[in-house]
């Protein structure tokens, strides 16, 4: 997972960032960016890849999130600067700092980004996954499979809830794409994606 | 999708009777999922450009990320140094993809439509 996304991220106007990508152990389907460059995966979200340029367009689009800095808009928009600032200011021990970060990235993960984000990450991801040499229908056929998950299934509640429907995405991503990717051929390394078992 | 279809880059191939023939991904679109409907109707739902219909069985139960848990979340130094450790250098990247005949090439961001 770390080879592709750094490729895929190496294809994105900040290759040099510290790329950290990991899988998160959740039958849960969703995907996580921090700013800096830290890319979480569920389990649940990567068992519906087929190949791994799948995982690659999944990864583009969390680095779509990354280098457009989707989080800290949402931070310097939110009171959780505020809340942050007045946590340190107490003068507060280390952990306690670190702790005061991950609550505003907990809170962040649990409210989502704007939909306009997740819409532009999603044509990043398309173009990255391309400019890597992936099929460009990776991401298109993740959000497929998502969308066939129904709406009282626990493990796309939270990411239903943060997230604009498939539906609508890949409406979005249809209209974007147009005709652009009819003559741009690409790999969809199926057979090289690692299968995990349940 | 997976097995009533097979897939090559953006396009389905679909069987209907002894005919087959491609449509493009992005032209299927899903029906709402029903539990328990057979492979017939989902056929039918392709066919009138709603596909998907009765592929999944839900599954209750499967416990998932949920926000109490995230906002609950602690700090675990042990994980965050797998991640660390895990990382891939772009030279590491590069051969990699190289393997796997990847060969990046120049393609601009789309507009917002």
Known sequence: MNRVGRWVATQSERPDLPWHFGVIQSEDMNAFAAPGGYIFITLGLYRTFQGEADLAGVLGHEVGHVIRQHHLKILQQSKLVDAGSKALSKSVGGNDKVQQLIGSGAEIVARGLDKDAEFEADRIGVVLATRAGYDAYGLPSVLQQIGHAAKDDNRVALLFKTHPLPEDRLNKIDAAMGDRFDRVKGLTLEKRLLKVKK | ?113
């Open chain 2, 1 to 113: 999708m997976r097995n009533r279809f097979s897939k090559q880059g953006g396009w389905f191939k679909v069987k209907a009777g002894k005919a087959t023939g491609w449509v493009h991904m992005l032209s299927v679109r899903k029906g709402d999922a029903k539990k328990g409907a057979d492979n017939a109707s989902g056929l039918l739902a392709l066919s009138s450009g709603r596909a998907g219909t009765g592929k999944v069985v839900a599954t209750t139960g499967v416990r998932g990320l949920n926000e109490e848990e995230l906002k609950a979340a602690t700090f675990n130094e042990a994980e965050l140094q797998r991640a660390e450790a895990n990382a891939s250098s772009k030279a590491d990247a590069a051969t990699f993809a190289k393997q796997g005949k990847l060969v990046a090439r120049p393609f601009d961001y789309l507009p917002a439509k």
